[in-house]
């Protein structure tokens, strides 16, 4: 079964500071990933989606991803934190078959940031 | 454009009450998905649909039901509601895109459940 994983339950950055956020799928075939951010009280929003072509995807807010197959990975990153960026973060994971594109999800990274 | 649009956004129920939760789309999605979130664990599937008519059982399906009988509907029912189905509800929807496979999914904006 497909599965993500987030290591990093919490993670403080400074202003100005540069931020990673982690994440691991597994499964055997062509994923298709995305990272989603959650502010309080609020639902999901998109920040960037991998489907095929150039391994380091752009989104919005100024974050980027970089998917690296070799490693099972999709890491979020950002070289300059704003202190609107702390919420919670999500990578998922989806695959074709048997007519369904459900996401898997993992457990979330939630970033709060220090002014 | 309303997007996904979840009713009601907040609900106390009683333990063993019945209650429907309403999930519409205005994109003419194919998709549409139930997900609920807890502290610590992420979004979960609870059922999904690939089509008008069509259901099918996610991750955590039971204690649940679901219907589309409309392509912008997507039905989530409790029929006997616990304590341990106090959540945040999330609805999403998505579509098919040409040369790709899978698309993104827009979310609605929650449904906070409580049941006492």
């Known amino acids: 079964a497909q599965s993500v994983t987030q290591p990093d339950i919490h993670i403080t950055v400074s202003e100005g500071a540069s931020l990673e956020l982690r994440c691991n799928y597994s499964?055997?075939?062509?994923?298709?990933l995305f990272w989603y951010v959650q502010s309080p009280g609020q639902g999901l929003q998109l920040l960037l989606k991998?489907?095929?072509?150039?391994?380091l995807v752009q989104g919005i807010k100024g974050f980027e991803a970089e998917f690296k197959r070799s490693q099972s990975s999709f890491n979020l990153r950002k070289p300059s934190v704003h202190w609107s960026d702390a919420a919670e973060y999500f990578c998922?994971?989806?695959?074709?078959?048997?007519?369904?594109?459900?996401?898997?999800f993992g457990k979330g990274t939630k970033l709060s940031v220090i002014p | 454009n309303a997007g996904v649009t979840q009713t009601p956004k907040f609900r106390v129920l009683k333990t063993g009450q019945s209650m429907t939760l309403l999930c519409a789309q205005d994109?003419?999605?194919?998709?549409m998905y139930w997900y609920r979130q807890d502290p610590g664990m992420g979004l979960r599937l609870i059922h999904y649909?690939?089509?008008?008519?069509?259901?099918a059982k996610g991750e955590v399906p039971d204690g649940y039901n679901v219907s589309r009988l409309k392509k912008q509907n997507f039905l989530l029912g409790l029929e006997s509601a616990a304590p341990s189905q106090t959540s945040v509800y999330f609805c999403?929807?998505?579509?098919?895109?040409?040369?790709?496979?899978?698309?993104?999914?827009?979310f609605g904006q929650g449904t906070r459940l409580t049941v006492v």
């Open positions: 999403a929807s998505s579509y098919l895109q040409t040369g790709t496979v899978n698309t993104e999914a827009f």
């Open positions: 499964y055997g075939a062509t994923p298709y």
């Open positions: 991998y489907f095929s072509g150039d391994t």
């Open positions: 998922a994971v989806s695959y074709s078959g048997a007519g369904s594109y459900q996401l898997t």
């Open positions: 994109m003419n999605h194919e998709y």
């Open positions: 649909s690939v089509g008008e008519g069509t259901t």
